[in-house]
């Protein structure tokens, strides 16, 4: 009797006792009645009757499927649509009174297959992938506004696997291949250019460098010349003073006493000499042998 006693109080106490798993947030309804707070992962006590635990997903959410509708020419197209969202945990109490926790059919499709119906009406069907990122922007944006208000987060638009006529398909790759050449050419005068640039730049340096390397030559050659009529500047007033100190060292005594040096030497000599003088010095001397 004790042990089925136990067993009861253990399932009564279970009963009254709720789990959040992680990923999840919770509601307590009492009596039809949301509680006050926001129930976090953990493990939660509750009434055994009269509270229920309503749960919610917090993880972000996967939705895909193929939608259809129209370019801006009127062109049908079929697409795979993947919406990526997840619920914001404190709007779940909002979001359970306004939707009483199924919102994905009538809030997320909904509202995603209205906003890609206008989106592609903005567009013409070669955008469609040419343009491809800013259309799954354009529905982002157009989602944050609509379902976002409501207590989501929207995390990640992607239109794929674009299914378009075959004269369209045909129209599109031809564009494209069409940029891609207009790019490319575009790429090759860039490096083009950029390779005449520098050509310009080097020889615009080599040049420079010419003319500084003709600078320095021209410099020293300049250089040595200065020295050079320097140096020919002090050896001619070297000389200039050597003969201007030989020049005032010949006084007038000097150049007589050497003239009567001269005449003595005449008169010594043994041959016959007729002296010219005027009277002061010798001048001319006329020699005849015997």
């Known amino acids: 009797m004790r042990k089925l006693v136990l067993i009861t109080a253990v399932v009564a106490l279970l009963s009254s006792c709720a789990v959040i798993r992680p990923g999840e ?31 919610f997903d917090t993880r972000v959410i996967e939705y895909s499927n193929k939608v259809g509708f129209h370019s801006s020419e009127g062109i049908e197209v079929t697409s795979e649509i993947t919406l990526l969202y997840h619920l914001i945990p404190d709007s779940a109490q909002s979001i359970y009174q306004k939707f009483d926790g199924y919102y994905q059919s009538s809030l997320i499709i909904n509202n995603l ?19 491809r990122n800013e259309v799954e922007q354009s529905v982002k944006d157009k989602l944050a506004e609509t379902i976002g208000k409501y207590g989501f987060s929207i995390d990640l638009v992607l239109i794929k696997d674009i299914d378009l006529p ?7 790759q031809a564009k494209l291949n069409a940029e891609q050449v207009s790019k490319k050419t575009e790429i090759d005068l860039e490096i083009q250019r950029k390779n005449l640039d ?65 005449t003595r030497d005449l008169v010594r000599s043994p041959n016959s000499k007729i002296i010219v003088t005027d009277g002061k010095s010798p001048v001319i001397v006329n020699d005849q042998s015997r």
């Open 198 to 262: 520098y050509q310009i730049e080097k020889e615009k340096k080599e040049a420079e460098l010419d003319v500084a390397k003709k600078r320095i030559a021209l410099d020293f050659v300049i250089e040595k010349q200065e020295r050079e009529a320097e140096r020919l500047l002090i050896e001619a007033e070297s000389v200039k003073k050597s003969n201007d100190i030989l020049n005032a060292s010949l006084t007038d005594k000097v150049i007589e006493y050497k003239a009567l040096e001269i």
């Open 25 to 55: 947030v919770g509601l307590k309804v009492k009596y039809g009645k949301i509680q006050p707070g926001i129930l976090t992962p953990g493990l939660h006590g509750r009434g055994i009757i009269s509270t229920k635990i309503e749960r």
């Open 166 to 172: 075959s004269a369209i398909t045909q129209t599109i």
């Open 113 to 131: 297959i209205t906003a890609v119906r206008q989106e592609g009406l903005n567009h013409p069907a070669v955008e469609l992938i040419t343009k």
